[in-house]
Structure formats: structure tokens, C-alpha cells
């Protein structure tokens, strides 16, 4: 890559508008302030209209996007006067300065555009990737930040997403398939142990019955035992349920087993 010619250095200084830096400086402020109305806007709209909270996190996403894209565009053409040949140079000069010290940043800038076109997940999103499992909260110009269920806040450049995969359990959907196990001795009276699962799971206040439920039986087996497996798969009403709808089938399915002396596997 070439280095920068010192007479396009040159231009681009003799081209900065000094009243136009604190214009810009203004705009930048407004931008950040108008985001901040919008994002908070639309997340109290969210929480009041909760079947609409996934569309509504997704939107300020997307107007935040363009508000920053905006702000920035016009915050650039106010500090400098641009003619015809200064931009040409200042145009060099800004991509052989990114080359060398914004790599980084301009891929993930980019990375960020391709996400929201592409679309291969969305804020509000339940998401896995490589070793880390969450909920998409935002997706901005440089990274995206996930919430892991511990509630820790993951920061992931955007130009990661390009060449990993990542899986995504509800894709803006609200509901989302859960997926519970139980393993219980092989000599367990298969049919009581599963009508106890399916009791425990049309029974939770947080299954979503408007798709479609069941529970698997299948055999088991490790080095040390073999087992019967009963494999419990349904919709949970909204994602931010998921451990909640987890942890209700769960101890209503090991009390009845309890009760009805179902062990687990020896």
C-alpha cells in the first residue's frame, strides 16, 4: 500500500472548515441525543406491548443505525469545504489512513451494514456463537452486544460474524423451542413416566400451545448405565421466559416422579 502523498495531507488540512468543527461537534451531540430518545422510546413501547417488544427492538435498531450514519455524514461535510479536487484527495488520504490504522474498525463498520441487510440474526434474538449463548440486545456501527443468561454483557466486533457461524433459536420470532430432558431408570414404567412429562408441560403458565408440542422416548446409554430418555420439546411463550418455562416443567416432573417412585438411572 502506498503512503500518503504529502500534497494531499496538505489539501485536506487547507481544507477544514475551523466554524464548521463546532458545528459538527453540535450535529455529533444532537445524533447521540436523538438515538437515545428513539432506543428509549421504543424499549418502554416494548415493555408496554410485549407482543410487539422483538418488532420494536429490531426497529430502533435500524433507525439508531441510520441516525449514527446520518449524523456522522453531515458532521463530515460541515468541518470541511469540500471542492471537487480536495475530495478526490481527501478521499486517498482517508482510505490509505484506514488501511494502515482503521482496518479493524472499517471491516467491522462494513460487517455491521452486511449484518442488518443480511439479517442472519436480529436484536432480541436468543443466539449461539462459538462458546457463548445469549440474547441479542444491540447491534451498532462497530459490535454487537449480547447478554448471556448469567447476565453478563458480551461485546462481539461485527467483522467476527463474517466468518463464524452462528445459530439462532427464534429468529425474531417472540416464542422460541425449548428442549428439556429427564433420564430415568430402564426398568421405569415408560407410559406413567411420560403422561407425568406431559402433564408438567401443557401445565406451565409459560408454554406457548399455539405450536406444536411433544415428548420423545428413546434409550439411553452411557459406559456406565443405560437409561430411558424422555425428551420434552415445546414453545415458550417469549424468549425471556426460556429459564423460567425450564425450571417450572423441570420441578413439576422430578416432585410427581418422587411421588410416584420413578428413579433415575443407577
Same mark, same amino acid.
Request: charged share 20%.
Given at each position: 500500500?502506498?503512503?500518503?502523498?504529502?500534497?494531499?495531507?496538505?489539501?485536506?488540512?487547507?481544507?477544514?472548515?475551523?466554524?464548521?468543527?463546532?458545528?459538527?461537534?453540535?450535529?455529533?451531540?444532537?445524533?447521540?441525543?436523538?438515538?437515545?430518545?428513539?432506543?428509549?422510546?421504543?424499549?418502554?413501547?416494548?415493555?408496554?406491548?410485549?407482543?410487539?417488544?422483538?418488532?420494536?427492538?429490531?426497529?430502533?435498531?435500524?433507525?439508531?443505525?441510520?441516525?449514527?450514519?446520518?449524523?456522522?455524514?453531515?458532521?463530515?461535510?460541515?468541518?470541511?469545504?469540500?471542492?471537487?479536487?480536495?475530495?478526490?484527495?481527501? %478521499?486517498?488520504?482517508?482510505? $490509505?489512513?484506514?488501511?494502515?490504522?482503521? =482496518?479493524? #474498525?472499517?471491516? !467491522? *463498520?462494513?460487517? /455491521?451494514?452486511?449484518?442488518?441487510?443480511?439479517?442472519?440474526?436480529?436484536?432480541?434474538?436468543?443466539?449461539?456463537?462459538?462458546?457463548?449463548?445469549?440474547?441479542?440486545?444491540?447491534?451498532?456501527?462497530?459490535?454487537?452486544?449480547?447478554? %448471556?443468561?448469567?447476565?453478563? $454483557?458480551?461485546?462481539?466486533?461485527?467483522? =467476527?460474524? #463474517?466468518?463464524? !457461524? *452462528?445459530?439462532? /433459536?427464534?429468529?425474531?420470532?417472540?416464542?422460541?423451542?425449548?428442549?428439556?430432558?429427564?433420564?430415568?431408570?430402564?426398568?421405569?414404567?415408560?407410559?406413567?413416566?411420560?403422561?407425568?412429562?406431559?402433564?408438567?408441560?401443557?401445565?406451565?403458565?409459560?408454554?406457548?400451545?399455539?405450536?406444536?408440542?411433544?415428548?420423545?422416548?428413546?434409550?439411553?446409554?452411557?459406559?456406565?448405565?443405560?437409561?430411558?430418555?424422555?425428551?420434552?420439546?415445546?414453545?415458550?411463550?417469549?424468549?425471556?421466559?426460556?429459564?423460567?418455562?425450564?425450571?417450572?416443567?423441570?420441578?413439576?416432573?422430578?416432585?410427581?416422579?418422587?411421588?410416584?417412585?420413578?428413579?433415575?438411572?443407577?
Amino acid at each position: 500500500m502506498e503512503n500518503p502523498n504529502p500534497n494531499d495531507i496538505s489539501n485536506v488540512i487547507d481544507a477544514i472548515n475551523l466554524g464548521g468543527l463546532l458545528t459538527a461537534a453540535m450535529i455529533i451531540a444532537i445524533t447521540w441525543a436523538i438515538s437515545r430518545i428513539v432506543h428509549n422510546t421504543l424499549t418502554n413501547l416494548g415493555e408496554r406491548f410485549v407482543d410487539k417488544r422483538l418488532l420494536l427492538q429490531q426497529t430502533s435498531t435500524l433507525v439508531q443505525f441510520g441516525i449514527y450514519l446520518g449524523g456522522i455524514s453531515l458532521a463530515f461535510f460541515a468541518s470541511f469545504d469540500i471542492s471537487e479536487q480536495t475530495f478526490l484527495a481527501l %478521499t486517498g488520504t482517508l482510505a $490509505v489512513t484506514v488501511g494502515f490504522a482503521l =482496518k479493524d #474498525l472499517a471491516s !467491522s *463498520v462494513l460487517a /455491521g451494514v452486511i449484518i442488518i441487510i443480511d439479517r442472519p440474526f436480529r436484536v432480541g434474538d436468543r443466539v449461539s456463537f462459538e462458546d457463548t449463548y445469549g440474547e441479542i440486545t444491540s447491534i451498532g456501527l462497530r459490535s454487537v452486544r449480547l447478554v %448471556t443468561l448469567d447476565d453478563s $454483557v458480551v461485546t462481539i466486533p461485527n467483522n =467476527k460474524f #463474517l466468518n463464524e !457461524s *452462528v445459530s439462532s /433459536g427464534n429468529w425474531g420470532a417472540l416464542d422460541m423451542l425449548v428442549q428439556i430432558d429427564f433420564l430415568v431408570a430402564a426398568d421405569t414404567d415408560i407410559d406413567q413416566a411420560r403422561t407425568i412429562v406431559v402433564n408438567s408441560l401443557v401445565a406451565s403458565r409459560y408454554v406457548y400451545t399455539q405450536k406444536p408440542w411433544t415428548v420423545l422416548v428413546n434409550q439411553h446409554a452411557t459406559d456406565h448405565y443405560v437409561a430411558i430418555r424422555l425428551r420434552a420439546k415445546a414453545y415458550v411463550v417469549d424468549v425471556k421466559y426460556e429459564k423460567a418455562f425450564e425450571s417450572d416443567v423441570s420441578q413439576r416432573v422430578l416432585e410427581a416422579f418422587q411421588k410416584q417412585g420413578i428413579h433415575a438411572p443407577t
